[in-house]
């Protein structure tokens, strides 16, 4: 797998758990929060990542992950600056306001991002050894 096709996967990965997980929030009298948006960028960065993985019987080297760091922060930002344009068409919020908040949830996400590809790394190599000791 290319690790274009691993942002692919990314991205509708993402997408799909954004849109339903807050469908099902909605479906239960719940809005979809931050919380529930986080909860979609770990699993759908686990999911390419291990699927990479797994395709190739082998992780992201180095180079490998600060690429798929950037494309997924990317895809990431492009994704929330669409909701937060969407958001803002139906308030008053400034550009300062809305640019801030872009600034303060896409350096929380690059954060979690950066953590989750390094915990599915460390997953992958455990189920490797499990494997190999089997």
Excluded: P
Aim: proline content about 0%; hydrophobic content about 55%; overall charge positive.
């Amino acid at each position: 797998m290319s690790l274009v096709a691993l942002l692919g996967r990314f991205a509708l990965a993402y997408l799909l758990l954004l849109f339903g997980i807050a469908i099902g929030m909605h479906l239960i009298g719940l809005q979809s929060n931050s919380g529930t948006n986080t909860a979609a960028l770990l699993g759908a960065v686990m999911w390419a990542c291990l699927a990479f993985a797994k395709k190739n019987g082998r992780y992201l080297s180095s180079s490998e992950k600060r690429t798929t760091f950037l494309g997924m922060l990317t895809v990431d930002l492009l994704l929330q600056s669409s909701i937060i344009l969407l958001i803002s068409t139906t308030s008053s919020l400034s550009f300062g306001a809305v640019l801030y908040a872009l600034a303060f949830v896409g350096g929380l996400h690059a954060l979690v991002i950066w953590l989750m590809i390094g915990t599915a790394g460390k997953q992958y190599a455990k189920d490797a050894a499990r494997t190999q000791k089997s």
